[in-house]
């Protein structure tokens, strides 16, 4: 039991980030292609935390990645679908020009 309260009281208190802190954090390492141990030494944060923040955004964006190729692909099958609209149209104003208009040698 005093082992656990010994735990509790070395424990630092939980420290609150703003949104744009853990954003440029996570920017560091993504776009900026700094090392997370680096990073989160320079910030003044455990490793751990600009970790869970690097892998909860990359997350975040292979759902993003994930959601624009699914509306690609939709609108991809919906041009398709136009094109052999199109052309079937085309051949059959083709036939009706050949009926209508009587070729001239």
């Known amino acids: 039991m005093a082992n656990k309260s010994i735990k509790a009281a070395a424990k630092a208190p939980r420290q609150a980030h703003s949104k744009e802190f853990r954003e440029s954090s996570v920017k560091m390492v993504l776009v900026e292609g700094l090392d997370v141990k680096e ?44 094109i052999r609209r199109l052309k079937m149209e085309r051949e059959i104003l083709k036939k009706a020009m050949a009926y209508f208009v009587p070729a001239q040698s």
């Open 39 to 82: 990073a989160a030494t320079r910030l003044g944060i455990e490793t751990a935390t600009l970790k869970r923040w690097v892998k909860k955004e990359q997350m975040i964006g292979n759902l993003r990645d994930h959601d624009s190729m699914k509306r690609l692909l939709a609108t991809n099958k919906k041009q398709e679908e136009e």
